[in-house]
């Protein structure tokens, strides 16, 4: 009696740089598709989290891409690995996610025949706000390298928010009919609950990497603007600093904040629901070229008023007078004043952190996040020949 032949489960292969990101930002997305029937593969820097991703049944690969690499012949190298490892898998779709792997993922994926490629976008990165001679001429090869990587045939490119959608289509880098738009990557309404506020001085903490970008220099100018005018709250920065990204704030100047009373600085956090807990209002100044900022949809889940900036990702989750408030990119002034009114009216923020669990759960739930992005799998898988 022949038995019978179990037919193979689809290849679903995650490109990403660092192993934390994959673990902070994909990992429901992978649990799901392996949940559905996917085998999945991870192929990132292995770093700290590798032993998890091993554990949670996922083959792990080993990569020589670098996120800040310059050097010409580490590239190329980098990128021969990844035609070796997409064509040694033989992956059925791959899910590159940032600038790099989208850009260095897509040239292997076409050397190496994969039937499909979804290309992730979390913002446009610190590139596309950079000045100077070099840097325009670094985002003209960026743009061309962008519209040779979604040539692909059968590809989806998933933007964070209609505003990156807009500059693309308009530079004509992707065509309108291969472009998704998914609003960040989800948060479980389970784990970020609705909290009442602690009572206590208020606690305002910008929660981030710290990067210049993210507007970290304006979060302590603001501070200190409001120390100055006899304003009762403390300040907080949570987040470590992020040596591979050219904006990085120095651990050195972290630390003299700290130590001089500027703003606390706490370092990396695990525990992120009982930081927003604890917090009264979450702060991101960022002019970065975010998606959606996952901590921003984490705060309003948590039921915390926010203040940020009126710029693409930003201005997806917060509605200005809904369940935060808006300011202009590196105003310091126009930041102290929003935070002001926030420290000031407990019961602003109360009504808006309600307005923005009710946003979060509505709209960012890591379940409608998951079911999109699984919709484009299925509708990719449904195209390849």
């Not at 989800?186 to 001085?201: M, R």
């Not at 987040?239 to 120095?250: E, F, I, L, T, Y």
């Not at 979450?282 to 948590?302: D, H, Q, R, T, W």
Request: aromatic share 8%.
């Amino acid at each position: 009696m022949v038995g019978t032949v179990k037919p193979k489960k689809p290849k679903v292969l995650f490109l990403i740089t660092e192993d934390w990101y994959f673990w902070s930002h994909r990992l429901p997305l992978a649990r799901a598709a392996r949940d559905a029937g996917f085998q999945v593969i991870v192929a990132t820097r292995i770093n700290k989290h590798g032993s998890l991703i091993q554990k949670e049944g996922f083959k792990l690969l080993p990569i020589k891409l670098l996120r800040r690499s310059k050097n010409l012949f580490k590239e190329c190298a980098a990128l021969i690995d990844l035609i070796r490892i997409y064509r040694e898998e033989r992956p059925d779709l791959v899910h590159h996610v940032a600038i790099k792997p989208v850009l260095y993922g897509s040239v292997a994926a076409k050397f190496a025949k994969v039937p499909a490629v979804v290309n992730a976008l979390a913002g446009l990165g610190h590139i596309f706000i950079a000045k100077g001679w070099r840097d325009n001429i670094l985002k003209k090869c960026i743009c061309f390298a962008y519209k040779t990587a979604f040539s692909l045939k059968n590809l989806s490119v998933i933007f964070q928010n209609p505003d990156d959608i807009a500059i693309f289509l308009g530079r004509g880098l992707v065509s309108e009919e291969k472009t998704v738009l998914i609003k960040g990557s989800g948060v479980d309404p389970s784990t970020f609950k609705l909290c009442l506020e602690a009572n206590g001085i208020p606690l305002v903490i910008l929660p981030s990497r710290m990067l210049w970008a993210k507007g970290v220099k304006e979060f302590v100018d603001a501070a200190q603007i409001l120390r100055h005018s006899g304003i009762k709250a403390r300040f907080a920065l949570v987040g470590k600093s992020d040596q591979a990204n050219p904006s990085a704030v120095s651990t050195a100047q972290l630390q003299a904040w700290d130590t001089k009373g500027s703003v606390e600085w706490w370092g990396h956090r695990a525990d992120m629901p009982s930081v927003f807990a604890r917090s009264h209002i979450v702060c991101l100044p960022s002019f970065y070229g975010e998606g959606v900022p996952k901590v921003l949809i984490e705060a309003a889940a948590c039921g915390r008023a926010i203040v940020t900036t009126d710029t693409p990702g930003c201005r997806e989750i917060v509605r200005h007078g809904e369940n935060g408030l808006l300011v202009p990119v590196r105003d310091s002034n126009a930041l102290a004043e929003a935070l002001r009114i926030l420290i000031e009216n407990p019961t602003m923020r109360a009504e808006m952190g309600a307005r923005g669990r009710e946003i979060a759960v509505a709209e960012f739930s890591e379940e409608k996040v998951i079911e999109q992005t699984l919709s484009v799998y299925r509708d990719l898988l449904s195209q390849k020949v």
